[in-house]
């Protein structure tokens, strides 16, 4: 009978161990109040989960935005279903595949997941893949997004087929600066890898549906899979930060040199500095390429 009592107390134990952290739960009740307000084309519900001056890349080419007014531009357009009538308008949206990794209390945490959104006139659904990166409210613990890219999948044929067309070509991002450390960790894939947070769901997405890894193992594999990819930064990377959490992004247009073709693509990681020697912990990396020319 003492061992069914101890067994007992093991199983309370690695069950208490085992309880999700706070964070999770508030970073995945706001995934919830985006597709809401994107099911229901409210843009002030979905600005109401962001900072005041949130940065967010879309799936259009040059469609980034840095401040609030610029966010609800292009949410009403990347959302609108192809039709400025709303024929064509939002019909549902639904959330697969979630990941977050908590940083702690009162810091923040990383999500990521599939946001497929329908649409009422009938068109196949769209599949948004999404990196967030939330900071918390240092008074009440409530999390708004500092930082997000939404992209879709975009087939290699169709890349080069983008690359031809001098609206997909690679600028400066808005913001951006020289700064040699953050653009290593993004022309160098092996780099990030080493710098990556040892987290089961720490995320790296790549430019297309198949390359997507979930936890450290899986993402040091893929990272370390394009380390002789002739990755270039065009015009600096924008950096961005807030308060003294260490927690923040490199932001970055970019280019990949291969076979011939030079094709653009937009680049987010997601770091947090350690306070006293300044070197990031990747916590994220988001790969994408312009999925159509921004209207």
């Known amino acids: 009978m003492r061992h069914v009592f101890v067994a007992i107390i093991l199983l309370a134990s690695a069950t208490a ?3 999700p952290h706070p964070e999770i739960a508030r970073a995945k009740a706001l995934l919830d109040k985006q597709s809401a307000a994107i099911a229901k084309y ?3 519900k979905f ?3 962001f900072v005041a001056s949130p940065f967010v890349i879309f799936p259009g080419a040059n469609a980034i935005a840095d401040d609030e007014a610029a966010v609800r531009k292009l949410f009403r357009s990347e959302f609108a279903g192809g039709y400025s009538d709303g024929t064509n308008g939002v019909g549902g949206a639904t959330w697969e595949h979630v990941h977050v990794v908590a940083l702690g209390a009162g810091e923040g945490a990383v999500a990521s997941g599939d946001l497929t959104v329908s649409w009422a006139g009938g068109d196949e659904p769209t599949t948004f893949r999404v990196t967030e990166l939330l900071v918390a409210n240092p008074e009440n613990q409530a999390l708004a997004v500092l930082a997000a890219q939404f992209s879709m999948s975009v087939p290699e044929r169709q890349a080069v087929a983008n690359a031809a067309d001098t609206k997909f070509r690679a600028a400066a991002m808005p913001g951006a600066s020289d700064n040699a450390d953050a653009a290593k960790l993004i022309e160098q894939p092996a780099r990030a890898a080493a710098a990556l947070l040892a987290d089961p ?4 997405l790549g430019t297309e549906t198949k390359e997507r890894a979930v936890g450290a193992p899986a993402a040091k ?7 002789s990819l002739k990755l270039a930064v065009v015009g600096g990377v924008r950096t961005g930060s807030i308060g003294e959490s260490g927690l923040g992004y490199f932001a970055a247009n970019a280019t990949l040199t291969a076979k011939k073709q030079v094709l653009p693509f937009r680049v987010l990681v997601f770091v947090r500095e350690n306070p006293q020697t300044g070197e990031p912990t990747v916590l994220a990396i988001h790969f994408s390429s312009p999925a159509f020319a921004s209207n």
Request: charged letters at 25%.
């Open 17 to 19: 161990t085992a309880a």
């Open 201 to 204: 769901d720490v995320i790296v």
């Open 47 to 49: 600005l109401a989960t």
């Open 221 to 227: 594999k893929l990272l370390t899979a394009w380390k």
């Open 42 to 44: 409210d843009a002030d």
